[in-house]
């Protein structure tokens, strides 16, 4: 007897088909999209991870008050800001499937720290672009945000994408400060897809900070110097910086602008 699997089977032998005459030059965001179009498409659910994400920033909003003492009573708050918006970068759907994380900062060790040129580059840095990545972890970017004491824009994507922040959730951040949408509603920033808008803040920003394994992962070969900030959760991407896979590192990748 032959066994229909439904709804399942026909979202796998699609992207099995999708997947079928791949081009590796492109990045590995590229193919995460094309496998969530497809879901999209059989599904009708445009957005699967809607209650998920709500529930991130819920969580992160109840530690955040811990999270802002930490950085009242550190040593040097910049580098503990800098740290605990690391830390949220391990809040991840689409890796581990958990979002609760812990919040010991002696275990946030930077196997790449370019603190000392960030401080230098905020001295006179008029306008911060902030390219954010998950929901729950823009709460801890946000304490990162508040404590450069400078304009910052935040980019967030204009439509969902795993647990990806876009623009529907940016209200319940608490978050003060002007927000521009991507243009695209993919993993990363391909430059190539984005809006004009966010490309003329993006080459027009004093420093820009890159959050997340996917936005390095499209924004590395960019004409332009980028602070990134992530966790290596690759061995490819691990390679690529120098460092061991689950390292963090803050990276000043010093190019100039296009």
């Known amino acids: 007897m032959r066994r229909t699997g439904g709804v399942k089977?026909?979202?796998l032998r699609e992207i099995i088909k999708k997947l079928g005459d791949f081009d590796l030059s492109h990045p590995p965001s590229y193919f995460a999209n094309l496998v969530f179009?497809?879901?999209?498409?059989?599904?009708?659910?445009?957005?699967?991870?809607k209650k998920d994400k709500h529930e991130q920033n819920q969580w992160a909003l109840s530690v955040y008050p811990e999270l802002k003492r930490m950085v009242e009573e550190a040593d040097d708050p910049l580098l503990c800001a800098v740290k605990i918006s690391a830390l949220g970068n391990t809040i991840d759907l689409g890796v581990s499937g958990s979002y609760e994380v812990d919040l010991d900062l002696n275990k946030i060790n930077l196997a790449i720290n370019d603190i000392d040129i960030f401080r230098e580059?905020?001295?006179t840095a008029?306008?911060?672009?902030?390219?954010?990545?998950?929901?729950?972890?823009?709460?801890f970017d946000r304490v990162l945000i508040e404590e450069l004491h400078k304009p910052v824009v935040v980019a967030v994507k204009s439509g969902p994408i795993i647990n990806d922040i876009t623009i529907e959730e940016v209200e319940e951040t608490g978050i003060n400060a002007e927000f521009i949408e991507t243009g695209t509603a993919s993993l990363g920033v391909e430059l190539e897809?984005?809006?004009?808008?966010?490309?003329?803040?993006?080459?027009?920003s004093d420093v820009v900070i890159s959050k997340g394994h996917a936005n390095f992962e499209t924004l590395d070969d960019a004409d332009r110097d980028i602070?990134?900030?992530?966790?290596?959760?690759?061995?490819?991407?691990?390679?690529?910086?120098?460092?061991?896979k689950g390292d963090i590192v803050f990276w000043y990748s010093k190019k100039q602008a296009g």
């Open 227 to 244: 602070f990134f900030l992530l966790r290596a959760k690759c061995e490819i991407v691990a390679e690529v910086l120098g460092v061991r």
């Open 121 to 123: 580059r905020l001295k």
């Open 37 to 49: 179009d497809v879901i999209r498409e059989h599904t009708g659910v445009r957005d699967p991870y």
């Open 193 to 204: 897809k984005v809006s004009p808008e966010f490309k003329k803040v993006f080459y027009e």
């Open 126 to 139: 008029k306008r911060i672009l902030f390219i954010a990545d998950n929901a729950g972890e823009i709460i």
């Open 9 to 11: 089977e026909d979202v």
